[in-house]
């Protein structure tokens, strides 16, 4: 199953300390509809609350664009 990213592709890439974080949500199209976002480990990606929650229960892959930003969350069916 596959969820696309709602976050603006322009808004989707924010720099913190000189790093690249992608940012995903399965609910908003603008960051800054909520203040609190996950990062998963070293990884440079930052999901909303709403979707960590969804997601964590889950194996999935991550999609990126030609660009580099996520563009979708692929779970993998269990």
């Not at 990126?64 to 269990?78: A, L, N, P, R, Y």
Request: proline share 3%; charged share 30%; glycine share 2%.
């Amino acid at each position: 199953m596959i969820h696309n990213n709602q976050i603006e592709f322009e808004k989707r890439i924010i720099l913190k300390d000189d790093v690249a974080l992608n940012l995903v949500s399965f609910y908003l199209h603008d960051p800054a509809e909520t203040d609190t976002w996950l990062r998963l480990g070293d990884s440079p990606v930052m999901f909303c609350e709403k979707t960590w929650d969804e997601l964590s229960r889950y194996k999935f892959k991550i999609n990126t664009c030609t660009k580099g930003t996520v563009e979708s969350i692929e779970i993998e069916d269990s």
